[in-house]
Structure formats: C-alpha cells, structure tokens
C-alpha cells in the first residue's frame, strides 16, 4: 500500500529555521540573498532555485525565501508544517540515504544532491575595475616646516567607558588629585594624564557645567523626570569632554565609595554595606544616565517581593568610574547569598540575587528552598517567563487555581491531573489524566500513554486499546513490551479466550524475529504461573518448546544457534537447566561447518543520531547509553533498546556533557557567538520526554584559552542529583534540576585547571587538577598524591574499588596512555601506567574492564587493547569499512561490545571478533 506525503500547518511555526529555499535562476539573486548571512550558506542546486544551508540555525526571516527545517538526515520541510505520515528518524534517514529532498505543499518535492554543493566560483566572481595609471606619492620633505602642538587624542565618552568597565590595569590606581592642580598626583607623569583643554576660563566654566549637571541629574532623579535627567546627564558629558581632566577626581572618588562598601562586606559589617551597596549588574535592556557624583543611595536591604518584581524596570545611574571594583563586588555578593541560603536565610539570598546581581532566576530559586512558594512563583511567571517552574511553584504554595491554569495551558495534564486528586477531584483528574494519555498517544508513545490510563485514569480498556496499538506499531522497540501488558491485562481479567487468541497472532507476527518471539513467549510462561491450570501450561511449554526448537534448526543452517540458544531457553525459572544445556548441545551439534573468516562487509552506521560534526559525547555510566551533541541537538541513545531521544535543540554549541546513572538527567555547557557560557539542565518527565528546567551562566574572562570542565557523571545524594563545575573563575556545585548552588566543595588540589573529578559510592574523591591528582576518602581525611600524565582528548575511568582508579585516554601524540593509582595505603600510594607503540595513532579510547582498554586507531580499526608491563598489547582488532572517522568509544555491560560515534553524527555497535 502507498499512500502519499503530505502537509499539514502547526499549531506554531518553528522559530530558528534549518535551511532556506530560494526560487530564482539568476546567480545574482542568490548572491543578494547569500549577502544576508554573516557566514556565506552551503548552496544547492535544485529544480528553478537554490537550497541555502547556513552553518547554524536562523531565527529570522530572508526575503524572497521559504524557511525549512531538517526532520532527519537530508530531508527538509517548511517551518509551518509538519509531515504526513510522521516518519521515524532511521526511516527519514534510508529516505534521503541517496539524495535530499524538500517537500512542500501540494504534492511537490524537490531533490538535490548532498554530495555535490555548488562552489562559491560557480556564481559568484569578482568584477574586472577599471583603474587609472599608477603613480607614486611625492617624495616626503626631511622635516616639517612647521611645528604646531603635540597631543593626544582623548577617546570619546563611549570609550572611556568601555575601558573602565573592563577594569584597570594591574598595579594602578585611581588618581587623587581634584583635576586641576598640577601637583595632586607628583608619580603620575604629566603625559599619562588626561589634557587639560582650553582656556581658565573655559575649565572655570566645565566645572560649573559639572556641577549643574549633576544638580539637575539629581532633580530629576528626585521627581521622576526623565527628561530633566538626561538634560543633566548631557550637560556633565559636555563639561568632560571640554575638559577631560575633570574625570580624575569624579573617577577616584566613585570608586573609593565602591571600595569602601566592598571593605564593610568584607569585614563582617554586612548590614552597614547593604545600606548603600549599589546593583553590580547593569541592566542591558534598560537605559540609564551618566553618575556625575560619587554619592551612593540609600536602599533598604531587607526583602520585598516588589523590589524583586520591579528590578530591572526603568533607567538607572551608571558610574563612569569603579573599574574592577564592580567585578569584586558582584563575587562578594555571591558569597553572601551563598552563605545566606547556607545558614537558612533565603530571603537574604533572594535580595542579593534578585536586586544586586539582578540574577533573578537565582532568587527565585532561593525563595523556593526557603519554602517561600508563592514569592518564587510569581518571580517565575512575571518576570522569567518560566510558567512550567510558576505552576508547580503555586502547587506548593496552595494556590491551585493558578498551578491549574498554568499547568493546563503547558499541556502539562498529568501533573494538573495529580494535583486535582490530591484536591479529591476524582472526575476532573482522570479526565486530564485521559488528555495526558492522549496526549502521548498522538506523540506514538504508546506504551507510556497505556501505563498512564492504567495505574492513574484506571481505565484498563483504554490502557488495552493503547497497548494494542504500540503492539501494531511493530517497527519500534516498546511493541513487545506492549504485548506483554496485554498479557497482563487478559490474566487479570480471567481471560483465556483473549490470551490463547493473542497467543496465536503473537507466534505469527514473530515468526521471522525469534529473539522478540523469546522475549514474548518466556514472559508468557513466567507469568501464567497464576493464571493457567497446570495442564494448560504444560501445553503451552511444550507448544513453546516446539517454536523455540525450529528456530535454532533454521539458524543452525546458517551458523548462528549458538548465540541464540541463552535468549530462547534461558536457564532461569522459565526452562532448567538441563533443558538449557541440552538446547545449546543440540545447536552445536548441528551447527554448519566453520568456514575461513571472510572480510568484514562495508558497515554503514546502525543509527543516525545527530547532524554532524559531534562537538561532545558522554556515556550513561548506568545504562551503558550514550548522550551526543551535534549541530544544534543533543540527542539520548538508548543502545538496547535501539531508541534515540530527542533532549534539546539549540543554536548553542554544545562542548560538554554529562548524564545521571539512569540517564533521566542531562546537564550541557553551551557557548554563544557573545561569548556566553552557560550551564543548561535537561530533566526526563514519566513518558520520557526531556524538558529544560534552568540554566546558569558562568562567569568567564577575555583568555583565549577559556575553558569549561564538567562532571561526566553527575552524582545522587539526599534524593537530589548533584553535578560540579570548573571554570578558570570559579569552582561551582549545584543540587537538583533547579541547579541551586551547594556549599559541599568536593575539589581537592592547588587550584590548577581541573580535568577529571570522580566520587565513589563510599563517598571518597578522585580529582586531576593542574599536574597532580588528589584523593580523599571519605574515612581517612589523609591525602594521597601522584603527579599526572599528560593530559589526553577525553580521559575515561574506572574505579574497580574506591581506592583504586584507572584512566585511559588518547594523547596527543596519538598514543593510547593507561594509568593506575592505588591508594590503599595512604602514606604510600602506588601507580604503574602503560602505553602503546608510537607507531599507531589513536584518536579516542574507553576503559571497558580492568585492565583492558578499547581504542580506536586510523585509518578506522577499532583495537582491544590489554595491559603487560608498561606497554598496551593489540588482542583484537575490527576493521570499520566507514567513510568516516571514531571520536569516541562508550562500554557496553559486556566488555566484549562498544559504541563508537562517529565524526559526522552516526552510531554503531561493535562487536569483538
């Protein structure tokens, strides 16, 4: 049966767009639109127009264009519609395997090849100028006939205050002087000093210009008016840009005052400084006039949700002077937030995120761990747009009303639906848990939607129409676990008809697929222990038997009953022993003559998990998954099951990862083109969809070689998940979703970079920071300590016990280091490292047992490595018939198995020979 695509509009648009098609047929349209990118787009040619395909994602929109976005793989569609049927991500990807295609409305579809982009000479070349004939400057007299002045240009006003704001240069400091008196400041060299400019009576009159400037500033700051104050602001500008020298003594006594405030915070005289502490952060939205004093307001430092709600709004005052002053004060209220949340005083903490750091996400979340709910959710739903943290804020807070509408208006039914049944409103919960249901029905989460109806609407018929529809739905992972509820459901009900009929569809639908066929017909055996008499469940063993037996005579044709026999008859309370020792004989027995090893076949990748190039990857250390970040996605991979997940789609870089045990929590550190780092925390709600639940930004400075470390593998204690970060600012820990600040400081060393931080279940720490690494366990405070190897692209550990730790790691040389440190005995720590042949170069490698390492080497061979001596021995090697190249490997459970992810965004499994 055939049945065609077509379109059909969203409820909204996407907003950032994939690629733009372009209708014309003259190169200088394309060229006029290409002009419109700051990064010239990738080009395709398609049937009367272009494809233009920008290296990151476009929130705006191009004239003369059709805005797209990529489903999977090569196949786009416009940012409006979405595609009917909904194809799976590996069906998307087998469709564009070969060429890409854009689909549009009505019917039409357009190919293009992805192999083949135009070059940019093709349609775009310089134009021939015609020049005049060249002729040399006069020759350049030996010395000026006349000498004038010598000076130096003062740099507008914009500029003074961009320097200021970047702080001064080491070992200076602000000039004492009034301005005007030659001998204010005898050590600063006259030519270093801003100019004096124009005549006495000139700078007699920019002072009194100051003056006034400041005055009127002041009168309109006092009675509202704007207007008065940005006359006032002008007129201070003026006078300093007559007179620069007027800004030494404004510019020292501003920041004098921030100094002293800082100084008062910092000796213990915390509420005398919060009188008069000024907001360290300016506020980029709002305009603001020039400070033409050195007087600092009054502002009340206790807490007042208006205060809160108002930050932000309206213009403000900005000091010219300060320098790194500013910076100093905004770390200082940080550490007293910190220790205000840490002593139980969050609504301290909230003051000083909210009104001085203008952090107000950090406010709010300090009001929540305070208990403070209500305060929490209005900050959430009126000033940070966060209604999903609003609703579930007003929850707490008792007022179900609003939680209810917000959680309505999100689709969030489930949660709506919990908290009417915790208001004994019985009929209304279940309806909103049916929505729920249908909700994750129409998203083909079929096995989710079923549980839901069942364990909360407690609707079994629904649940069983769900279940039979993820059954139908074969071609995804969940259908023989849908089948498996049904079972459930027909033995709860006493319905043996239903069972023995689904039982013969089930044996004809797995027919072909006899390891789905184990999974199903053991879990029927296991559970009709109940349910079935025993002599109908000898039947059906036999009956089970019989199925089990034909499928390995039919592999063991083809050489392949040996590995099937542990997942038809496994030996556990379903078949004994001995039934399984005889299967596995009896398949060996009539296993097909062993022939010469054959070349490996070329290997296309088994998923395509994102759109290249992969910028990080981190492994589910307890589920053996893998999380992958690309061009703008971050994508989950559930390897067993053979599911990706969709976590995030940004526009962000992505350069870090790390996963919870179970996977149902992923943090990433982005990096904007502005140069913004941030920390974003990604949660898993019950049918496993991943929402964003907050986000930090870090503090970072102008190096070049800025660089990020985040915890791999994010830790669970007090019922709270718990991840750490290192920046060359800052160490940082965060509790729970909501990323609130925790004072428990697990790094240990002399405050050199970090490159690995490890907690063991005893709670003991393993830590490489700078050329030494640290360990502390959690009953002898004692610290061991071993210098470092060289640091590698990704470094892999193992810890077999919490005293021991193993790393592994690809080094820039190309050779493959492994290392051991034992710290059983404190006093004396042992290691012992090994290392590969600089003969081979590797590019990633992975610890998959004790002492034994996988690594994968050019061109594209995959290594198991083992450890003699001080060298790393090959065991084993697969060769990968792949077009692109391994940039990381991830464990599976057994260490005979790993995942390789590829260059461009693929995944593959790979099997030890």
């Not at 498996?484 to 008809?497: E, I, K, M, P, Q």
């Not at 023995?500 to 559970?527: I, Q, T, V, W």
């Not at 001596?869 to 940039?887: D, E, M, R």
């Amino acid at each position: 049966m055939e049945i065609p695509f077509r379109l059909v509009r969203r409820d909204a648009p996407v907003s950032a767009a994939d690629a733009f098609l372009l209708f014309a047929n003259d190169a200088g349209t394309l060229a006029t639109a290409c002009a419109l990118f700051g990064e010239l787009p990738t080009v395709f040619a398609l049937q009367n127009g272009f494809l233009l395909l920008p290296s990151i994602s476009e929130t705006r929109a191009l004239p003369g264009t059709i805005r797209l976005r990529r489903l999977a793989g090569d196949l786009f569609v416009p940012t409006d519609a979405n595609l009917l049927p909904a194809l799976l991500p590996d069906e998307a990807s087998g469709l564009t395997r070969d060429r890409g295609l854009v689909i549009l409305a009505g019917g039409t579809v357009l190919a293009f090849d992805v192999t083949r982009p135009l070059p940019v000479t093709s349609w775009l070349k310089p134009s021939a100028r015609r020049r005049a004939d060249w002729r040399p400057y006069p020759e350049r007299p030996e010395r000026p006939n006349t000498l004038m002045v010598i000076e130096r240009p003062v740099p507008p006003v914009t500029a003074v205050i961009e320097i200021l704001g970047a702080g001064a240069p080491d070992g200076t400091r602000p000039h004492s002087g009034t301005g005007e008196d030659e001998n204010a400041d005898a050590g600063v060299p006259e030519e270093a000093r801003p100019r004096k400019g124009g005549s006495m009576l000139g700078r007699a009159a920019a002072g009194a210009g100051l003056v006034a400037g400041g005055f009127l500033a002041w009168l309109g700051k006092q009675f509202g008016s704007n207007k008065l104050a940005r006359i006032g602001g002008d007129l201070a500008r003026k006078a300093l840009e007559r007179v620069p020298r007027l800004s030494e003594k404004l510019f020292g006594e501003q920041e004098a005052a921030l100094r002293e405030v800082l100084r008062q915070l910092q000796s213990g005289d915390i509420e005398k400084g919060l009188q008069h502490a000024p907001i360290a952060v300016a506020d980029p939205d709002q305009p603001a006039s020039v400070g033409t004093n050195a007087k600092l307001a009054r502002r009340d430092p206790r807490y007042s949700l208006r205060d809160l709600v108002g930050t932000g709004r309206g213009g403000g005052t900005a000091w010219l002077g300060g320098g790194d002053v500013w910076l100093e004060l905004a770390r200082e209220y940080r550490r007293l937030a910190a220790e205000a949340s840490a002593r139980g005083d969050h609504r301290r903490a909230a003051y000083l995120y909210g009104v001085l750091l203008r952090d107000l996400r950090g406010a709010a979340n300090a009001l929540v761990a305070g208990g403070l709910f209500r305060d929490a959710a209005v900050l959430f739903r009126d000033r940070l747009n966060d209604p999903r943290a609003a609703a579930s804020a007003f929850e707490r807070a008792g007022i179900h009303d609003e939680a209810l509408r917000l959680f309505e208006k999100l689709a969030l039914y489930e949660e709506a639906g919990d908290l009417l049944r915790r208001l004994g409103d019985e009929d209304r919960a279940v309806a909103f848990y049916l929505r729920a249901a249908n909700r994750l029905r129409n998203d083909r989460k079929f096995l989710a939607a079923g549980d839901l109806a069942l364990s909360k609407a407690y609707h079994r018929d629904v649940a069983a129409d769900l279940y039979r529809l993820g059954w139908q739905h074969s071609g995804s992972a969940e259908s023989i676990t849908c089948a498996t509820r049904l079972l459930d459901g027909y033995a709860a009900t006493n319905d043996r008809s239903a069972f023995d009929h689904f039982l013969n569809e089930a044996e004809s639908a797995l027919a072909d697929r006899p390891r789905d066929g184990g999974r199903f017909f053991n879990y029927a055996l296991s559970s009709s222990t109940e349910f079935l008499p025993e002599d109908a469940r000898a039947d059906l063993t036999d009956r089970v038997r019989l199925m089990f037996a034909a499928h390995l005579r039919t592999h063991a044709l083809i050489g392949g009953a040996s590995g099937l026999v542990g997942e038809l008859f496994r030996a556990d309370r379903v078949w004994s022993a001995p039934v399984h020792r005889d299967a596995a004989f009896a398949a060996h027995s009539r296993s097909a003559p062993s022939e010469p090893p054959k070349p490996a076949p070329p290997r296309e990748p088994d998923r395509r998990l994102v759109t290249g190039p992969v910028t990080a990857v981190v492994a589910v250390r307890g589920t053996f998954d893998a999380v992958v970040a690309g061009t703008g996605e971050i994508v989950c991979w559930r390897v067993t099951d053979g599911i990706v997940q969709s976590i995030a789609t940004k526009s962000e870089r992505v350069t870090a990862l790390s996963a919870s045990a179970r996977g149902d929590v992923i943090y990433a550190i982005t990096t904007s083109t502005d140069g913004t780092w941030r920390l974003r925390c990604f949660a898993a709600d019950r049918g496993g969809t991943f929402r964003p639940t907050t986000q930090y930004t870090l503090a970072t400075n102008e190096s070049a070689g800025f660089s990020v470390y985040l915890q791999a593998a994010a830790t669970f204690h007090a019922g709270e998940h718990r991840v750490v970060v290192s920046t060359p600012e800052e160490h940082l820990a965060f509790v729970g979703p909501y990323l609130q600040s925790d004072l428990m400081n697990p790094f240990i060393g002399d405050d050199g970079t970090v490159h690995l931080l490890v907690e063991t279940g005893d709670g003991g720490i393993w830590c490489w920071e700078g050329q030494r690494i640290w360990h502390r366990s959690s009953t002898d405070p004692t610290l061991c300590l071993w210098n470092a190897p060289a640091v590698g692209s990704h470094v892999d550990w193992l810890a077999p016990t919490p005293s021991v730790l193993e790393i592994a790691m690809a080094a820039s040389t190309g050779q493959v280091c492994w290392a051991e440190f034992d710290a059983h005995d404190t006093k004396k720590g042992q290691n012992r490292s090994a290392f590969t042949a600089p003969s081979t170069f590797y590019r990633a490698a992975c610890l998959v047992a004790p002492n034994t390492i996988v690594a994968a080497a050019d061109p594209n061979e995959v290594h198991w490595l083992r450890v003699a001596g001080n060298q790393l021995i090959v065991s084993a090697t697969v060769t990968l018939s792949i077009p692109t190249v391994v940039v990381s490997l991830i464990a599976r459970p057994d260490p005979n198995e790993v995942v390789a992810i590829l260059s461009d965004g693929g995944g593959c499994r790979i099997q030890r020979p």
